[in-house]
């Protein structure tokens, strides 16, 4: 099978969804000609010309807005928010309008839009460019929200992002868009509220998000060679979020690890790990185990950066001590 | 290029016009006043007499700047409103029951009892909802008027806010928008001179029209308790909005009779009771529209006066079949978070 990369996929998703339906378009800052600062874009005004690729003034809430009142009167339109930072400065019309307004209508109104953004951090990018700021929309009822981990999951859940007929928040990792996975040629969408089974194994569950897949994966990867069997999920969606398939594995392994790259508190990490315990608990045969990014502003210097979030060694080191008995501070 | 238009009539007095031409858009016109003012009478007594959850913030006063502007408006033309909502919502077609149902919480209401009074959306009509955020709609107006040039539709969008709103960061943001991609909305600014308890003048420095014309917008002002200058205004501004001539803004001068909402009782702190009743006795445009039309020959002040009995009896019946209608089932409270997709 060919490869390609995250952004090619999400290109590619976009493009085929602009093709079928004309109700869609793109709008955003400097996602025309500049086919944005990641170049995910590139080509796309070519095709489909600017009454369809539309770059706006530096304004989030405006066009963020302007999307809203589109979605709600027959349109269907995607949002670049160039930073996922950036979600701060769209936290009213995205919350207070597009997630409630089908509900508060009694069902007679509908928001059917998609806001791309990324997250991730270790690009350099300092606190106000760096930040996983998905659980502060998961948190609110009416927003979907997905969460990629490949150039293949990218394709297939924008895709479905875009047919769904409620706002859609899809995150992108910024630091994958170049990393290339197998992409059919053939088109095929992912369900959301379906987590995929990465891995299969018998010790331990590690459920991933994101990028954190990949870091599972590879910490997976080494505990093998140690004869610790892991079994990796990726949720796809963490709103819907398919508990089902997170407690049978469990309920399998009897240890779980939650790792996000959201911060630690309050987070993603926390509300797998409490439905975990609440759901599967006379099967865990240890605590379940957090790891999310430091509670710490994303610091600029290297040195100081690397530390900040999960790591494959961080990760396999937390598994041998949960498999070893010795994680429980104070117990 | 941009330029601020005195289109108003002084209050009380007649436009020069022949009266007969149009006397069905008159009398519709004066109907639709009467059903706000008898709305907000109705909702106001359910609310001192405690037989509505909540609160809510009354249009009295306001009447001629809804219906003038919704007269210009075909049902398929959109509308964003806002917390002092009731007045766009009647004046663009919606039904008593339906409202009353909604203010009550009941099953039968606009949105099933989910929005409540600022919430009403009417989507038949095309009002796209109140909103409790003060301006809080500008996005969705304009995104309104995008979406309807973008599938070659040819409807105008009208965004309902207050002299408060105006103080909101977003206003700015969507009004450059609109003005660079020259699409049909029109911001129609109700400057009812208090923003929640504060005088307008303390909070808002300089023109508000001028706000419009920095971006190149057309900017009028009107007197908003004179119907048919708003509507002659508005009927102007909808069709060449339609031709593509758009965006515009309005300054509609207009009082709110009530207070913020319908607990703010005791003002005096910031409004006084002369200045109130000098607004109720001189200009309101319930009682000079009536005056204009007897004098024009519209109607005879009977006809006037069995209307508004008329209007009054149809409020009171609607308020006696909400108090009676059922709640929403229980099952309804996590119905409608999410629309089930096909996809």
Known sequence: ?331 | MAKAGKTSATAGKAPARKASDNSGAYLRMYRQMLRIRAFEDQANQLYLSAKMPGLTHMYSGQEAVAVGICEALTPEDKITSTHRGHGHCVAKGAEFREMFCELLGKAEGYCRGKGGSMHIADQSNGNLGANAIVGGSMGIATGAALSARRLGRDDVAVCFFGDGATAQGLMYEVMNMAALWKLPVIYACENNGYSEYTKTAEIAAGSLIARAEAFGIEAFSVDGQDVLAVNELAGRLVARARKGEGPFFIELETYRYHGHHVGDINRDYYRSKDEEARWKAERDPITNFARWLVAEGVAAQDELAGMAAEVKADAEAAVAHALEAPYPDVSEVDMHVFVETAA
């Open chain 1, 1 to 331: 099978m060919r490869e390609i990369t995250l952004s090619k996929a999400v290109n590619e998703a976009i493009a085929e969804e602009m093709r079928r339906d004309p109700t869609i378009f793109l709008i955003g800052e400097d996602v025309a000609e500049a086919g944005t600062p990641f170049k995910v874009l590139s080509g796309l005004v070519e095709e489909f010309g600017t009454e369809r690729v539309i770059d706006t003034p530096i304004s989030e809430p405006g066009f963020m807005g302007v999307a809203v009142g589109a979605a709600m009167t027959g349109s269907r339109p995607i949002v670049d928010l160039m930073f996922g930072d950036f979600l701060f400065l769209v936290m009213d019309q995205l919350c207070n309008q597009a997630a409630k307004t089908h509900y508060m209508s009694g069902g007679k109104l509908k928001v059917p839009l998609v806001l791309r953004t990324n997250l991730g951090a270790t690009r350099r990018s300092a606190a106000q460019h760096s930040q996983s700021l998905h659980a502060l929309v998961a948190h609110i009822p009416g927003l979907k929200v997905a969460m990629p981990s490949s150039a293949y999951e990218a394709k297939g859940l924008m895709k479905t992002a875009i047919r769904d007929d409620n706002p859609v928040v899809i995150f992108e990792d910024k630091l994958m868009y170049q990393e290339k996975a197998p992409v059919p040629e053939e088109e095929y969408l992912i369900p959301f509220g379906q987590a995929n089974v990465v891995r299969e194994g018998r010790d331990l569950t590690m459920v991933a998000t994101s990028s954190m897949v990949q870091v599972a994966l590879a910490a997976a990867h080494a505990l093998e060679g140690e004869g610790i069997s892991v079994e990796v999920i990726d949720p796809r969606t963490i709103v819907p979020l398919d508990e089902a398939t997170i407690l049978n594995s469990v309920r399998k392994t009897s240890r779980a690890m939650v790792i996000d790259e959201g911060h630690q508190s309050y987070g993603i990490t926390g509300e797998i790990a409490s439905r975990i315990g609440e759901k599967a608990f006379y099967h865990l045969d240890a605590p379940v185990v957090r790891m999310g990014a430091m509670d710490v502003p994303v610091p600029f210097s290297p040195a100081l950066e690397d530390l900040t979030v999960p790591t494959p060694e961080g990760v396999a080191e937390k598994a041998r001590k949960m498999l070893r008995g010795e994680l429980f501070d104070g117990a």
